[in-house]
């Protein structure tokens, strides 16, 4: 029946008859949850609240259901989705606004507040699925009581009484079910996955599903009731983690044994409440932890709370007991990795309580910690390790180092498992268990690079982890020929994590600081000399391996992965294997590995310009090669499916950065040496001519018309390197002007400085030649690009990242018009340094433009040839010497749309 109720009249079912065998029907065990169901439907029927009240008054329902046994636990949830209905019912008469419902609030909270009980009692049942049939209607009664708040009316007697009965069983729900199914140490090991970690069942998804909105339930409590909150909130953890440092835990029992011994079950639940009071606290406020006050102890504030709800120090104290309560010797799986969760979620606890940080980094190290019975719990807590230790303030590590290596050293061997080569291949997922060993390298790594740590300790614990890694490549690669190394997967996954745990070791000290804003070749050096040699060895070790066994994109992969990571630590003395890395990883790689190499050149040549100038320039027709390589094989033959298009779409936009970022980086001058000049043209011949008119891909567009615009400014308008190329904000290119005296010819500019390093002059008659090439192909090539590229029919000037193509090629066509003033197209550059950067990026643009050979090829060839006007080309060169680019860019879409029609 209760499937037409939903459409048929209401009247056929609400009578005295029918009623009054539904409710005969609730007596009956076998059809007493269809009865019920069937009442659920006929209350959560459509109708006006006034009548809805009427039907609910009618049936009185709520009699009805507290008159009911409900022991049978399929009846329980039946009754409990009914009660949920009709609370759901009653709020909503509540808080409806019609005028002609005001009479029916007053009824409908009175019948509400005679349901509460019921609700609170289903909430509280022992069974999870019981305890969410009336999550709706508890969910709508807060919400209903926080609006109440906001308008500033003061909660009823009755209404406060709810809430603090409601708040403890929230609490108490958080809990594991005593009976909860967790696996033995033992079976973890073997149901898991190739990493021996324990898959997340269904059960495990439900109930945590449950505490996410058991929680939204107790954070709005903690809104309507802050003191309520803390209080309920702040006992309850104080409670446990006092009986838990009085009596301890059990592993083994889930529910507390009577002698005051916790179960597993109450003492995961303080860490838990810890957790959520500290989350509460992060969401509203950033957590800065204050000491403890004079003359009081730490812990010694653990009874207090706050009248106006969570407070920092309530959480330090909890915190506090949390640790002292020794509730992370328990070895169920359920503790620790939310204990060490906790303990890196809130490090700055440890800033200001520093005697703290040696009992938890003890506990890390200890059984529960990093050599727990569970592999899935052990590989969670060698992660949360190397958080731990990352957040810590660096000198407070010297003390530590020698004792942690000593810890983890036996978890530091490395045993390749060749099952997780095709995974780790083609699905990214990884390679097992090595990549949580991983954190326990660079962790080792981080407990190293303090500078206050003795550098004869260091060197040893520094020998003590890099020897067993390069004894053991080194074996490698002596047992065998590179041929045969090559064809046993196993060797080659082996070879790999000696090198990626060789890079994460060197990953856990600081980046070497370079100042980017000077031209000085020499940075502040971290690294003690005996330290720095250590990792040069190891960079020139990975060098030979990749060097030999560069056909194998798993030895890429490391060496990539190792050199960056030396390049970002030692700084310009790893440079020199800069040209080795790229030249060998050039030669083999695919096209998602060119991808991510065009990436680290990015950041490479930022963060070492200008010395890398040299090294730049002799990788830049390589590694160019290799790129236009990759895409004359795809326009020969098409794309083989959609993977490849998309991994060819990424290699497009990784040059165009790549190339955009040695303009920004104020490198313009390795395009211009001896060796490279003569193919200036060549190169940006497939940017403007394909990647800029390629409509398929606007973002493509965008920087390919970039990189023209920082092209056309270094070589035709700046070419003594006055200037910096690079896209500044206006307050900085404020200072820059501020601080570089035009007259004061002796200070030398970042690409003047590139030029100092490359060994090349202005005048010099490679650059001159490559500088007038450049011009006749903006003439002929890049200028018609601008109007063909938004005039094609697959270019929609509506598309949003159209718009911002549009707004590029405007860009370039006024850097264009500002290349042709005779100032600057007949003399040697030097007329730039006395023009501010914002003024010359500007307009208006100066000079006389029937003299500016590009407004006269503009308005007498170009766009006549197009089909425009005299007077409109006319009208066109004019609004571009005088517009700003904002002006432009709407004058430019305008005419463009004119054009096509």
């Known amino acids: 029946m209760g499937v037409y109720v939903s459409w048929i009249d209401i009247s056929l079912v609400v009578n005295q008859p029918f009623v009054s065998v539904i409710f005969s029907l609730l007596k009956a065990p076998a059809l007493r949850g269809q009865a019920c169901h069937c009442l659920a439907e006929i209350v959560g029927k459509g109708m006006r609240p006034v009548d809805k009240l009427f039907l609910i008054q009618f049936l009185d329902i709520v009699d009805v259901m507290s008159q009911l046994e409900v022991g049978d636990i399929e009846f329980a949830e039946e009754v409990g989705k009914l009660a949920n209905v009709v609370g759901v019912e009653l709020t909503a008469i509540w808080v409806d606004k019609d005028p002609a419902t005001s009479e029916a609030h007053a009824p409908a909270v009175a019948m509400l507040e005679k349901l509460m009980p019921l609700l609170l009692g289903f909430l509280s049942h022992e069974y999870d699925e019981v305890s969410a049939s009336v999550f709706a209607s508890i969910g709508e009664i807060l919400s209903v009581f926080k609006k109440i708040q906001r308008d500033g009316v003061p909660l009823a007697a009755s209404q406060q009484d709810f809430l603090s009965r409601l708040m403890p069983i929230l609490v108490d729900k958080l809990k594991y079910g005593e009976d909860y199914p967790w696996p033995a140490a033992a079976d973890a090991s073997s149901t898991g996955d190739n990493d021996g970690s324990l898959d997340e069942n269904d059960e495990e998804v439900l109930f945590s599903e449950m505490r996410r909105s058991l929680r939204a339930f107790i954070d709005a409590i903690a809104q309507i009731a802050p003191a309520l909150y803390d209080n309920i909130m702040l006992t309850t953890a104080q409670d446990i983690f006092k009986q838990c440092n009085q009596y301890g ?20 639940l303080g860490v838990f409440l810890t957790q959520a009071y500290g989350e509460r606290l992060s969401s509203s406020r950033a957590l800065r932890f204050n000491g403890p006050k004079h003359g009081q102890s730490n812990g010694s504030q653990v009874n207090r709370t706050s009248a106006n709800g969570p407070s920092i120090e309530s959480l330090a104290d909890l915190l506090t007991m949390m640790i002292q309560s020794g509730v992370v010797a328990c070895q169920h799986p359920a503790i620790a990795p939310l204990y060490f969760e906790n303990c890196v979620r809130f490090s700055g606890y440890f800033d200001v309580r520093k005697e703290a940080v040696t009992p938890v980094l003890t506990s890390f190290l200890g059984a529960t910690g990093v050599r727990h019975p569970y592999t899935s719990v052990r590989m969670r807590v060698w992660y949360f390790l190397h958080r731990f230790v990352k957040n810590l303030h660096i000198s407070d590590l010297s003390v530590y180092s020698s004792d942690f290596i000593s810890a983890v050293n036996d978890l530091l061997l490395i045993s390749a498992d060749p099952s997780t080569i095709n995974g780790a291949l083609t699905a990214g997922t990884g390679y097992g268990m090595f990549d949580s060993q991983l954190f326990l390298f660079e962790s080792c790594g981080i407990m190293l690079s303090p500078g206050n740590l003795d550098d004869t300790a260091r060197m040893s614990l520094l020998q003590h982890l890099f ?20 064809q046993d997967p196993r060797s080659l996954l082996q070879i790999h994590h000696y090198l990626t745990a060789i890079g994460s070791i060197v990953k856990g000290f600081p980046d070497v600081r370079v100042d980017s804003k000077t031209v000085s070749i020499s940075s502040p050096h971290q690294l003690s000399p005996s330290t720095a040699q250590v990792f040069l060895k190891a960079a020139d070790m990975c060098v030979a391996i990749l060097e030999a066994l560069r056909d194998s994109h798993l030895i890429r992969e490391a060496t990539r992965f190792a050199l960056s990571r030396m390049l970002s630590v030692l700084g310009a003395e790893a440079l020199p294997y800069l040209h080795r890395l790229v030249d060998n990883l050039v030669s083999s790689c695919a096209v998602e590995e060119l991808s991510d190499l065009l990436g680290l050149l990015d950041l490479i040549i930022f963060k070492f310009k200008p010395q890398v100038a040299p090294i730049a320039s002799k990788l830049l027709l390589p590694v160019i090669s290799k790129v236009y390589g990759f895409l004359d094989q795809v326009a020969q033959g098409g794309a083989s499916g959609t993977d490849e298009a998309r991994l060819l779409q990424d290699l497009r936009k990784a040059y165009l950065s790549w190339v955009l970022a040695i303009f920004n980086s104020d490198l313009d001058w390795i395009f211009l040496v001896e060796s490279n000049a003569p193919h200036l043209v060549t190169i940006f011949q497939p940017i403007a001519g394909q990647l800029a008119t390629d409509a398929a891909s606007p973002p493509c567009q965008k920087l ?48 003047q400085a590139a030029a100092q390093e490359l060994g090349i002059g202005s005048d010099s008659e490679s650059a001159r030649e490559a500088r007038s090439q450049f011009k006749q192909f903006v003439l002929n090539t890049v200028v018609p690009a601008c109007f063909e590229t938004p005039t094609r029919p697959e270019f929609s000037m509506a598309d949003a990242q159209a718009s911002l193509v549009v707004s590029e090629i ?37 000079g006389d433009l029937n003299q500016n050979q590009f407004a006269v090829y503009l308005s007498s060839a170009l766009l006549p040839r197009m089909g425009c006007p005299a007077s409109m080309a006319t009208e066109f060169v004019q609004a571009l010497a005088s517009l ?14 004119n054009s096509s029609q």
Not at 717 to 734: E, K, N
Not at 824 to 839: R, T
Request: glycine fraction near 8%.
């Open 249 to 268: 835990v059990s592993a083994e029992q889930a529910g507390d044994d009577g002698h005051g011994r916790l179960g597993w079950v109450r003492a995961e």
């Open 704 to 751: 390919a018309f970039s990189v023209l615009f920082k092209a056309i400014q270094a070589w035709m308008v700046d070419p003594m390197g006055w200037h910096t190329l690079a896209t500044l904000t206006p307050s900085a290119a404020a200072a820059i002007n501020n601080a570089a005296n035009s007259k004061d010819r002796s200070r030398v500019f970042l690409r």
């Open 884 to 897: 700003d680019q904002k002006q432009f860019k709407k004058y430019f879409s305008a005419f463009l749309t």
């Open 810 to 846: 405007a860009l370039v066509l006024q850097m264009t018009l500002l290349a042709g003033r005779p100032d600057l197209a007949s003399g040697d550059g030097s007329s730039v340094a006395a023009i501010p950067l914002p003024q010359l990026l500007a307009p208006p643009i100066g």
């Open 467 to 486: 020897n067993p890694l390069f004894s053991g490549a080194q074996r490698m690669m002596n047992s065998r020929s590179s041929e045969q190394i090559l």
